[in-house]
């Protein structure tokens, strides 16, 4: 089995900060992609960045630069550094891991229960 934890939420003013953390943990053979997503009520879950096991990095425009991800391969984690916040930006973020459980296996995605993030205006 694969557990991915979000962890890091919370309430905060607008312009403040925020750092999320995303531990997978479990059968791990190897970790590739691993993504921050995020919805709001009455919205579509959205990718709001990702990077893989090489370092490569995506940015949904709304968030590029405001937002840096980043990830401790050694330790499975990955990190959301939240800047510059906005009321906009208040969501349940959800954390995904594309994980193989064996040698030259397939990948399958697994994902996070998500931490709320509110921003107040």
């Known amino acids: 089995q694969v557990q991915v934890v979000e962890s890091g939420g919370g309430l905060v003013q607008a312009g403040g900060s925020l750092r999320l953390s995303c531990a997978a943990s479990?059968?791990?053979?190897?970790?590739?992609?691993m993504g921050w997503h995020r919805q709001a009520p009455g919205k579509q879950r959205e990718l709001v960045a990702s990077?893989?096991?090489?370092?490569?990095?995506t940015y949904a425009d709304s968030v590029k630069g405001r937002f840096t991800i980043s990830r401790d391969n050694a330790k499975n984690v990955a990190y959301l550094q939240m800047n510059s916040l906005k009321p906009e930006d208040t969501a349940v973020y959800y954390c995904?891991?594309?994980?193989?459980?064996?040698?030259?296996?397939?990948?399958?995605?697994?994902w996070g229960q998500g931490t709320q993030v509110t921003v107040s205006s």
């Open positions: 995904n891991a594309d994980v193989s459980r064996v040698s030259e296996g397939p990948f399958f995605r697994y």
């Open positions: 479990g059968s791990i053979f190897s970790l590739n992609f």
């Open positions: 990077i893989t096991s090489g370092g490569r990095l």
